[in-house]
C-alpha cells in the first residue's frame, strides 16, 4: 500500500523518548517490553512474572482462555491498569505513574478495543481529530486532513460527517483504528477489536490490521482470530491463569505446540 | 355561587404580572439543586465524602418537606444572626429540597457512560481536563438534560410554597385577590391554567430535547 510509506517515515519517537537509550539506536530498543510483571487485583495475581517483548516492527498475538489476564497485560502497556512489580518500557523508556509521563507515552501507543468505544456525541471526524487537535495542537484543517487520509486507509472516507451510531459495527472499529493511526502511534495495540462483531464484519476488520502489519506496523493483539495470526503475526503468546504459558512463531505454534495447555487450549479453539 | 368569566379574566395581568418571579424563581432553583446536586455527586465519587454519608445527607434533604427547609431558613436562621431576603431564602429552600434529587440524576447520568470511554481518552494521550471537559461531561449532560428537564416542572410546581414566606408567585397573588374580593373560584382557575400551560409548554420542551438527543448521535 502506497500510503503506508508516509505513515512509517513519518513515525518517530518523540526526542525525549529516544535520548534515554544512549548508545543503541532506536531500532534495537524493543518497541514493547514487559519485564518480571507482576499485577494484582486485590488478592487475585492477575499477572504472574510477565516476560514480553516486542521489537520494532513485531506483530505479535497474544491468545489464551477468558480470564487468562491478556486485555490487563494489553492495559498496563499503555498504563490504563497499573501494576505492582516489574518493568514496563515503551520504546526504552519506563512506564511510570506520573500523569504527564503517561500522556505523553500514550500517544505513540494507539489502541484498539472490543466494544470500540468511539465517542457517540461526535462525528466520526470529530472523533478523529480530537486528540490531533488537543493533544498535538493540530489547526482543525491540518487535523480534518489527517483524519481523512486515515479514513481514507480504513476504506471509509464517506462517513466522516456521520455519528457512530449510524455506523455498522464493523464500520466502527474502522473508524476506532482510524482514530487511533491519526495519532501516528508507534504501536498499535488491540483487545479482540472483532469480538464483539457479526460474523460478515470480522473481514472488513481484519483486512485493515493486515494492511498495517504489512506497512510494518508494531502491533500487539489480543485476538482469537487463527487465521489473523496465521497470516499477519510473527509470534503468538499463550497466556493462560496469568502466566505466558508458550512464545512461539505461528507455524510451531499451530503445528507443534511444546505446553499440553497450549494443546488443550487448541483443541478447543480449531475444533 | 357563578363563575365569572369577565372576573377571571381581570385577574390574568395581576397573576401574570408574577409569573416572571414564579419562572425565575424556578430557573434559579432548578440551577441552584444542580449545582448542589452535582457537588454532592462529585464529592462522593472522588471519596471525599463516605458513600454513606452521602446516601444519608441525600435521604435526609429528601425525606424534609420544603416548608420545612423554607421555615427553617427564614424564621430559625435569623436566630443566629443570618436574615436572608425572602425571595433568597426561597430559591435556598428548593435548591437544597431538590439537590437531592438531582444529585441522584447525576449519578445515574455519570454512571451510564460506559467506562471505556474515558479509557480511550486517555489512551489517545488526552489530559484528564481534556476527558472530563470533551469526552465525559457532554455525555453526562445528554444524560441528565431530559431528566434535569422534568424535575424543573416539579420545582416550578414547587414555587407556590414560596407564599408562605410572602415571596409575590403566582398562587399567592390569585390568594391575595381571593382575600380582598372573596372570590376564589375565578383567581384560583386562572393560576391553575397558567400552571398547566406551562408545565405542558416545558414538558414539551422535554420530550423534543429528550427525541433529539436519542436520534442519532446517541449510541
Ligand atoms: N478490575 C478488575 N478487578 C478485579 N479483577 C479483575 C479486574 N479486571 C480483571 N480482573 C480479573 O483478572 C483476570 C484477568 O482478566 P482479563 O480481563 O485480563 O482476562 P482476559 O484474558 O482478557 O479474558 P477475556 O478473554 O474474557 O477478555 C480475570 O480473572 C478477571 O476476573
Ligand atoms: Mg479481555
Known sequence: MSDGQSMRQAASWPAEIGQQHGARGPDQTAA???????????????LKDINLAVPQGGRIVICGPSGSGKSTLIRCVNGLEPFQSGTVRIGGVDLTRDQKQLQKIRRSVGMVFQQFNLFPHLTVMANCTLALRRVLGKSRTEAADIAAHYLERVRIPEQAHKYPAQLSGGQQQRVAIARALCMNPKIMLFDEPTSSLDPEMVKEVLDVMIDLAADGMTML???HEMGFAREAADQVVFMDQGSIVETASPATFFAAPSQERTRLFLDKMLR | MNFDFAFAASTVPTILGVIGTTIGVAVLSCAGASILGFSFEIARRAG?????????????????????????????LPHWGVTLPALVVGILGLSIYFSGYLAEVFKAGIDAIPKGQAEAAKALGLNRIDVVSFV????MLRNVAAPVGNHFVSILKATPYLAVIAVPEMLGSALDIASNTYRYAEPLTVVGIVFLVLALAIAQGVNM??????GPTNR
Open chain 1, 221 to 223: 493483539c489480543v485476538t
Open chain 1, 32 to 46: 514493547v517490553e514487559a519485564a518480571a510483571l507482576n499485577k494484582w487485583f486485590g488478592s487475585f495475581h492477575a
Open chain 2, 48 to 76: 471525599s465524602v463516605p458513600g454513606y454519608l452521602m446516601r444519608f445527607a441525600i435521604d435526609f434533604i429528601r425525606s424534609t418537606p420544603v416548608l420545612a427547609w423554607l421555615y427553617f431558613l427564614y424564621f430559625v
Open chain 2, 136 to 139: 465525559l461531561a457532554p455525555q
Open chain 2, 209 to 214: 430535547l429528550e427525541r433529539k438527543l436519542l
